[in-house]
């Protein structure tokens, strides 16, 4: 998830942890446990492209990460604020809890978590959120800033805080319901129109949980439709992609492909470019997909041969900038209007 939506949870994770015990320092920490895991990103500079991608949400969104370093910055707050009633238990509990619900949470989205590293580099992904999303985060901050309003000792305090946390988690929960029901339409769909998948992903569009949308895997390719539980008729409409992942085979030798290609989870397609290939990330899609089709994939990944032989690595990244014809039509689709 944003950032702004990691501080805002990991502040109502400590206040619920300690914050009859030491007020607002107990939010503001919270806050601080909420961020630290993606200060993965500052190493950055020092990765390639491929690394990037796979350092990220790994080491830092682990249990293992959490479960070693929160005693330790436990024991470093207790020395701190020796002199609060806050215990090493407390401040040990709120970075746990602070960095185990990042994780969590981030592992709803799209992108994945590697949750049991250093056991596995598998990203886990539930695909029910949305990496951004106004009807999770915004109720959720008022509610906690309303709270820090509130001397520690207020039950409104208290009260404020753990609705944050309710109307949330209520949140979460339905959009496991929504996934659940446009997953339905989707398969009832594709059966009926004969396309036969293996496999498939769903996940909601940007900003929502109504519009959804779902990338199927077929032996050759994949088709992606649009469903919006608004959606008056059934009837959704499937782009067709061929894999093309003949054009891979120059760098399959290559040991960061096929990390790369682990990164995607399979879901991915090529497009020849003017030197190399293109590797298309399919779990997100295209930006404009709700509109048949039109636009760029969000993410692509430039492959191609260097002068020294070397297989070289750059990711295209086409986020987009919607203007305000583009959110009327988007609402529209959310809605349930056909495009």
């Known amino acids: 998830m944003d950032s702004l939506t990691q501080i805002v949870l ?14 607002n320092k107990a939010m503001l920490w919270g806050a601080i446990a909420g961020t630290i895991p993606d200060l993965d990103i500052l190493l950055n500079p020092l990765l390639d492209m491929v690394e990037q991608l796979s350092f990220h949400r790994s080491i830092t969104h682990s249990f293992v990460f959490a479960a070693v370093m929160s005693p330790i910055l436990g024991w470093l707050l207790r020395r701190l604020y020796r002199n609060q009633s ?33 056991f596995s580099n598998y990203g886990v992904a539930f695909y029910n959120i949305f990496v951004l999303d106004p009807f999770y985060t915004v109720p959720f901050l008022i509610l906690v800033v309303a709270a820090a309003f509130h001397s520690k000792h207020n039950r409104k305090r208290t009260i404020l805080n753990y609705a944050g946390l309710a109307i949330s988690s209520f949140y979460i ?35 929502n949980t109504i519009l959804w949308a779902v990338t199927a895997e077929t032996k050759e390719g994949y088709y992606t439709g649009f469903y919006s ?29 096929q990390r790369l290609l682990e990164i995607t ?43 020294d032989g070397a297989t070289k690595y750059k990711e295209l990244n086409y986020r987009p900038k919607p203007d305000k014809a583009y959110f009327k039509a988007y609402l529209g689709r959310i809605t349930g209007k056909s495009q």
């Open 229 to 257: 539980l608004l959606d008056k008729n059934a009837s959704i409409k499937y782009n067709y992609d061929a894999r093309s992942e003949h054009l891979l085979k120059p760098y399959l030798q290559d040991t960061k492909m």
């Open 265 to 307: 989870k399979g879901y991915y397609t090529v497009e020849k470019a003017d030197t190399g290939i293109y590797i298309n990330d399919m779990r997100f899609g295209q930006f404009d997909g709700w509109r048949e089709g039109e636009g760029r994939y969000v993410f692509v990944y430039h492959v191609w041969k260097g002068k």
């Open 10 to 23: 990991g502040a109502a994770v400590g206040e619920a942890v300690c914050g009859r015990k030491i007020g």
């Open 173 to 207: 929960l339905f959009s496991f319901v929504a996934k659940n029901r446009a997953d339905a339409a989707f398969e009832k769909s594709l059966q009926q129109q004969g396309i036969h998948y293996t496999s498939y992903i769903s996940k909601p569009t940007p900003l």
């Open 86 to 118: 806050a215990t090493f238990r407390d401040w040990t509990l709120l970075f746990f809890l602070g960095f185990t619900t990042h994780a969590i949470l981030d592992s709803f989205t799209t992108w994945g978590t590697q949750l049991f590293w250093p």
